[in-house]
């Protein structure tokens, strides 16, 4: 049995350039597609605390540590087979750098330069962090590319939630509206959510976001509800983890990197914008390309999956 260390804190989005202070929750989930290829290794996973429940009980994980200068200590002075580094951050490329390991995948310190740059395996990813006309235009998910990292092939695995929910279906549809502030225009106008609630009245019982101050309480929500719809967001993932039916908005990001495995719809704007998708976080335009789907076209959708597999 090998011993595997992962880093994937959630500072830094694996495939694409911006790095920040805010955890990138759903990018961390939808990392557990890696976990695929080392199942008979002993893993351990370094990963940022606000994220430690998105991993908490992953039969894949047989550790977790928090991200802290006690297990940046503890991890300098220990020996693995395999080191997989997934942050750009510099001082974390360092660090992974420092730990004693046979192989290495993802990205490594640049010495003379102070920057994150990929090891072989890796560069067509990086290739996406540095590239955004290439982002924007690209057509492989993001478990393909998370896979060929490590030399692996993705053959469809789904993300990989320990936590088990403690609600049941109660809604047939949940509204998940709120988006983080690192992408605050991805986020449909409150007139579209509440022209969706008038359509379904009578039609589907729903639910507006819950458990937004509560990691469990969030995941909990979504459980309880059939089918969700959501901005391109930490719900989604989650909510693809839970194998929901989901309609994903789609505005400023591309929708190319997510599959749905079969259960969801992607709603692009109705709008002729060069622009679209433009992979910026800050949006130039007097009004959000996401501004310009309708509500109309989100029942439809709404609609169709939730009939899909009646007659299975």
């Not at 802290?68 to 200590?73: A, G, I, M, W």
């Not at 839970?242 to 259960?263: H, S």
Request: proline share 4%; aromatic share 10%; hydrophobic share 35%.
């Amino acid at each position: 049995m090998s011993k595997v260390l992962i880093i994937k804190l959630g500072y830094s989005e694996t495939i694409d350039a911006g790095i920040g202070k805010v955890t990138s929750l759903g990018d961390v989930l939808r990392t557990t597609v890696i976990l695929y290829p080392f199942a008979d290794d002993h893993v351990t996973w370094l990963v940022d605390e606000q994220a430690y429940p998105l991993l908490k009980e992953n039969p894949l994980v047989n550790r977790i540590l928090t991200y802290d200068l006690s297990s940046v200590l503890q991890l300098q002075r220990e020996r693995f087979d395999t080191v997989i580094n997934l942050e750009k951050v510099p001082g974390v490329c360092a660090l992974a750098d420092s730990i004693s390991a046979w192989r290495r995948y993802g990205f490594r310190f640049d010495e003379m330069h102070g920057v994150a740059e990929a090891y072989d395996g890796c560069e067509k990813v990086f290739s996406l962090c540095k590239d955004g006309d290439l982002k924007r235009t690209y057509q492989g998910s993001w478990q393909e590319s998370l896979l060929q990292i490590v030399g692996a092939k993705w053959d469809g695995q789904e993300y990989i939630l320990g936590y088990q929910p403690k609600s049941s279906e109660i809604y047939d549809v949940g509204l998940n509206w709120a988006v983080g502030s690192k992408w605050h225009n991805k986020s449909w106008p409150k007139g579209g959510w509440d022209e969706l609630k008038t359509l379904m009245d009578g039609s589907y019982s729903y639910s507006m976001q819950q458990g937004m101050d509560d990691l469990y309480a969030y995941m909990d929500w979504i459980n309880s509800c059939r089918l969700l719809v959501t901005n391109d967001s930490l719900g989604l993932h989650i909510a693809l983890a839970l194998r929901k039916k989901i309609v994903v908005l789609y505005g400023p990001t591309n929708p190319n990197e997510t599959c749905f495995y079969g259960r969801g719809e992607a709603l692009f704007p109705d709008l002729n914008r060069p622009c679209i998708p433009c992979i910026e976080q800050d949006c130039s335009q007097e009004t959000h390309c996401i501004d310009y789907i309708a509500a109309t076209t989100v029942f439809d959708s709404v609609k169709r999956l939730m009939t899909q597999g009646e007659s299975d």
